[in-house]
């Protein structure tokens, strides 16, 4: 996620981030604090959409405020960062708190459009944190939100406020994930709720026998939650937009594959199925992305959406027509507030339901296909965003609303605090606070680079993928659905953590606890009083392992 490899990228951030660049990651670890404890101040607002888990964010934040000091106060921007702007805050009490700890949504503190990016945002954003004389402010939300955090961190820097700027990473699409960043505190709770709703639909399907379900999940660009959904219920078909995009993949070609599909189950006699499709699907596919592509140039030029159809390129006007009337007037829709598609409002899956059918009419006339096809559209958005958080993301949430005090408390700005470990047991999670822009990236924009968080792609290779990859096959042919139920809070199943992270981070959290374990002994067997041919030949085999490390982390 980060190009500080990239020596022209480095420069970038280091040119525009002067004050916060050149910080290391801070491991928070149990134990004394270090210095008297005095009373802290610090504000909360939450910048992202709504998610699993931010209640127990607060929580966290005011627990950990009144552990350190009892005088501590916490300040809730009530409305997100417009009332931030606004000074429109109140007190965290503990009485108003217990009705909302492990409660789903964001009401307690609510939300506003996610932007702190011009001057007088960040003007009015200093001058809030002056007149609470706040001694550190947390923002939760996601690679957006994170990406503000890291701006508002440095301007406090340069404006000499000794406000403290610390980031909480949270949102449904689990898009904040690196090598060093295992998973953000939502993603858990909504893949298990839509994989419930799924789960309903295959089981409805197998009973009824007679209708294909097309079910769009949200999840903007990536495809994180549609994967993880299909490893929990084993749908007939998934499509994965980071897979499309990587087989250049046409919407002939996607209506295809569904298609034959369709017509190899018919040859079994099976005239139902479940299709699953990411929400960003639309804009992985390569002839759809470029319409779309051409439809932003024309808004940015100024075009209204009467005019745009007529001064569309010949290839793409054909494309247009060619699409139902429906997604024609989606793919107009005004743009959202950063000039991107409003993901959410295009029907990806009544487009496939339309295209489908009439792929399979023509086949039908060519003798290819018997049968009818019965296709029913359904968009699993709003029902998980604001579900009660997990067990795995309620602990998180807390957690990582600790770890934000513990660096506003050190004085610590322009980090993000971040759980390592987390496919382990939760006694041997790891909590740190990571530089902003050690998670930057520098995207090229019509008005020159721009320093961002971005979120990370499906990995093609990762063991999530491989592992739909061995299944999907099965699937498409065999009813081997799988209704995972709703989220369990108590038995054998709540603390289960999705697949998802189990497979992709379980060995690491073990390998990373042998590591520990195996330094542990070596620091025991070299106290006092060993020989000192045991202590060079400890220092000779740690600096061999160490220089291989260098090596390979500069892969």
Known sequence: MSESANPHAEGILRQNFPCTFDQNAVEIVPGPWPTEKKKLRIGVVFCGRQTPGGHNVVAGLLDACTKHSPDSELFAFVGGTKALFENNSQKVENATM????????????GRSVDQICTEEHLSKAVATCQALSLDGLALIGGTISMTHAALLSEHFAKEGLSTAVVGIPGSVDGDLKSNRIDTMFGFDTASKAYSQLIGNMCADCNSAKKYYYFCRLMGRAPSHITLECALQTHPNVVLIGEEIAAQNQTLADVVKSIADVVVARREAGKNYGVVVIPEGAINSIADIKLLLKEIDDLYAAGKTAEQIPENLTAWSSALFSSLPTLTQGEFLLERESGGSLQLSQIQTEKLLCLTVTAELDKRKEAGKYEGGFSPLAHYFG???RSAMPSNFDATLANTLGHAAVALIAAGATGLMANGRRLAGPVAEWRVEGVPLTE?????????????????ADVNLNGAAMKLLTQLRDSWAVHETYRNPGPIQYAGEQANDINITLQSERETTAVRLKEVEEQCTRILELCRSG?????LATACSGLQSVVSILEILAKD
Do not use: H, W
């Not at 909302?100 to 307690?108: C, E, L, N, T």
């Open 98 to 109: 217990r009705f909302f700890r492990s409660q789903g949504g964001i009401d307690m503190i």
């Open 382 to 384: 709003y029902q998980a």
């Open 439 to 455: 998670l930057m990236t520098v995207k090229t924009t019509p008005s020159g680079p721009e320093p961002v968080i971005v979120g």
């Open 530 to 534: 060993c020989p000192p041919r045991n």
